[in-house]
Structures are given as structure tokens and as C-alpha cells.
């Protein structure tokens, strides 16, 4: 089975959530290659994955857990557990199915990658480091630039501009529209006060299909401190219209500007 491709969505410092991962797809092999016991499983997963995209988490944890169940072997069901506990905040869970998905591909850079960002989601930042880092050289279906994009927001939250800056850019080369590398790069001149250069790539975000409540709300706050009226009520003008429930437009409505 080709390994599955899941990484996380490292977009603005506040997300925490994983970027979704498609239904996992069989290699193409013939009917004498693929045991029973391989097509089972491989059905549990792709029924994992599909659940876990949906945001039904535990038919996902339970599809996950009968896929391991008829096949122990199989790392991308340990893979997808661990996300379907990331999602429903059970650490000590997640980290045992990560683990036990890396100690049996250790090199698998997408598994890798979701268990830095778990560390540093939960502030581990020295353990998440070194996981980000080989990542980003480990194979990976999606290449480097998620596991930099990763990297990058991981340095950012844990205070290291400098290196969070090297991370985003070496993402930005592989893919110029990356929407949380841009994001990211926004908060850091944000908070570095470069309000210009935080414009700009909030706005490379903000003008594409990309736009969150996220984005919108930092482009705003980015806006006010430029005192740029037109430019702000633009963008919570957006803010409210297309993400009224979201936390960003409750925020604005509080006044928490700096939060």
C-alpha cells in the first residue's frame, strides 16, 4: 500500500488543527498479490481516513482500530489513530500511536512531521525540533515543504524569528502560494512590527482561495496598527460575512485587538 499523505495545517500560531488527510489508496496490485486480510484492512482504513476528513471522530477511531486489529502491520492505521486522538485531545494516546508508527517506519516523513507538530502544539519544543528536521529530508509524498512550513511555525511559536524566517522562506521556494508558510511569515513581521512586509503576506493569502478567519483577522490587526480604516473594515467586513461564527469575528467584537 502506497504510505498515506497526511500533514498537519501549520497556517497563523493559533491553529492547531491537522489538514485533513485523503482516503488512503492500495497499490495497484493483482488479486494474487492482495491477501484478504490485506483487502480487510485496507478497507477499515480507507473508511478511517474518510471518517477522520469528515470530522466523525470516533466511527474514525473505531474503523482505525479494526483495520490494526486485522492487520498490526499496518503503519498508516497507527498513523491515522494518531490523529483521530490528536483531534479528540488524547495525548498520551496520540504520542503511543505515533511512536508506534515510527518504530515501524521511522523514516516516514509525513509521520515525522505530524509528530513534531504534536510536540509543539503541546509546547515540546526542543523534543519537536528534531523531528521537524528530519522530516524535512526524510521521503515524503509532499515533498519539503510541508515539514518546513511545520518547522518554521513551530520555531515562531516558540519565539526564534530568525529561524523561523530561514524555515518559511526555504517553504516559500518550493511553493510561492503556500498559504500557512504566508501566514506565518505575516505573524512573525506582525510581531517583529514590519507592518509593510506583514501586509504583504497576509494579503497573499487574503486575495487567494485560501482565505480563513484566520488570515482575515490578522490582516485587520495588521491594518489598525497601519491606521489604515478602509483596509480594516474591508477585512472584517469579510470576517463577518463569510466566518460569522468564528472565533476571530468574536474577538474583534470583544475589542481584543493584541490577543
Keep these: 500500500m502506497t504510505r498515506l499523505i497526511v500533514a498537519v495545517l501549520t497556517g497563523l500560531v493559533m491553529l492547531s488543527a491537522c489538514q485533513l488527510p485523503p482516503p488512503a489508496k492500495p497499490d495497484l496490485q493483482t488479486a494474487s498479490d492482495q491477501t484478504d486480510r490485506t483487502r480487510r484492512a485496507t478497507i477499515r482504513l480507507q473508511l478511517a481516513t474518510s471518517y477522520l476528513s469528515a470530522g466523525q471522530y470516533s466511527v474514525a477511531l473505531d474503523e482505525a482500530k479494526q483495520a490494526i486489529a486485522i492487520d498490526p502491520t499496518l503503519v498508516d492505521a497507527y498513523h491515522i489513530r494518531a490523529l483521530v486522538y490528536m483531534n479528540m485531545n488524547e495525548r498520551a494516546l496520540a504520542e503511543d500511536s505515533f511512536r508506534s508508527a515510527l518504530s515501524m517506519r521511522p523514516d516516514d516523513g509525513d509521520v515525522l512531521n505530524n509528530y513534531g507538530w504534536f510536540l509543539c502544539l503541546n509546547g515540546r519544543y526542543r ?58 511569515l505575516a505573524l512573525l513581521y506582525y510581531q517583529r512590527g514590519d507592518y509593510a512586509r506583514a501586509k504583504e503576506y497576509a494579503a497573499r493569502v487574503n486575495n487567494s482561495s485560501f482565505v480563513s478567519a484566520q488570515s482575515l483577522w490578522l490582516g485587520a490587526r495588521i491594518a489598525r496598527r497601519q491606521g489604515d480604516a478602509a483596509t480594516q473594515n474591508a477585512l472584517v467586513g469579510q470576517l463577518r460575512s463569510r466566518f460569522p461564527d468564528s472565533r476571530e469575528l468574536t474577538a474583534y467584537e470583544q475589542g481584543a485587538w493584541d490577543e
Design 127 to 184: 523534543e519537536a525540533v528534531p523531528y521537524l528536521e528530519r522530516a524535512v529530508s526524510a521521503p515524503s509524498a509532499s515533498g519539503p515543504a510541508k515539514p518546513l512550513t511545520s518547522l518554521g511555525a513551530c520555531q515562531l511559536r516558540n519565539g526564534d524569528g530568525e529561524a523561523a524566517e530561514k524555515s518559511l522562506f526555504g517553504a516559500l521556494r518550493y511553493d510561492r502560494n503556500n498559504p500557512e508558510a504566508n501566514s506565518n
